[in-house]
């Protein structure tokens, strides 16, 4: 059964998920509620069921995924609220060994990907509403230079900022309270798109 930090968290990264959509620039292809068919196939298989297309499916499957394959795999669940909001929306988007890597550099230990007990150390003994601020001013800092170092992906720039200053907002941080229901931009491209994750072995790749 699913846990209620998890439950707690969904919501806010399936509004940034979106709907279907197969846009000629995402590598990953079709997509839906922000599961690639790629993905979605190796899910299907892995329950002994028949490959389907991705815009077939469930809520159940959905939420499976989602703990599955990025909530216990990033340690969200190790990790106080809203830190945990931060962490799993991270390797949504941007892969669990890259949300592992910010986590590590945001808590001041040693960045190797690898979530052992040197940092769950450090997480619990960081200031972790600090370490929030520095987690979002990181992936601000990386999308930019993303989109800087290859004009292609310029086009997703404002919607991969809207959702990081809405996460913002989402952990209550100063300046960016929420007021009134909270709001989906979507930026320029209509969608959030992913970026793919780091290898077991890649190194730090991001500035803050």
Same mark, same amino acid.
């Given at each position: %059964? ?5 439950? #707690? ?7 940034? $998920?979106? +709907? ?9 292809? #079709? ?10 196939? &190796? ?15 469930? =809520? ?13 795999? #990033? ?13 799993? =929306?991270?390797?949504?988007? %941007? ?20 979530? +052992?007990?040197?940092?769950?150390? #450090?997480?619990?003994?960081?200031? /972790?509403?600090?370490?929030?601020? $520095? ?14 170092? &290859?004009? =292609? ?21 100063? +300046?960016? $309270? ?8 979507? +930026? ?18 991001? /500035?803050?």
């Amino acid at each position: %059964m699913a846990s209620d930090q998890f439950v #707690a968290a969904l919501p806010f990264v399936l509004r940034w $998920e979106g +709907g279907f959509v197969n846009h000629p620039k995402d590598p990953g292809g #079709a997509t839906n509620k922000g599961i690639t068919q790629a993905v979605y196939d &190796n899910w299907r298989r892995s329950q002994g069921a028949a490959t389907q297309s991705v815009q077939l499916i469930t =809520d159940a499957d959905v939420q499976a995924i989602y703990e599955k394959q990025y909530w216990l795999p #990033a340690h969200s669940q190790e990790l106080q609220t809203p830190l945990d909001l931060v962490q799993f =929306d991270t390797a949504v988007n %941007m892969g669990v060994g890259r949300a592992v890597r910010f986590l590590q550099h945001c808590a001041g230990c040693s960045v190797d990907g690898a979530y +052992g007990k040197n940092t769950a150390d #450090a997480v619990a003994a960081c200031d /972790q509403g600090q370490a929030v601020i $520095e987690y979002c001013n990181a992936r601000e800092s990386y999308y930019r230079t993303l989109a800087d170092k &290859n004009p =292609d992906l310029a086009v997703f720039l404002k919607g991969w900022l809207n959702r990081v200053n809405a996460l913002r907002a989402q952990a209550g941080l100063p +300046g960016f $309270e929420r007021r009134g229901p909270p709001s989906v931009d979507f +930026g320029d491209a209509g969608y959030i798109r992913k970026i793919p994750d780091l290898g077991v072995s890649a190194q730090y790749d991001f /500035q803050s």
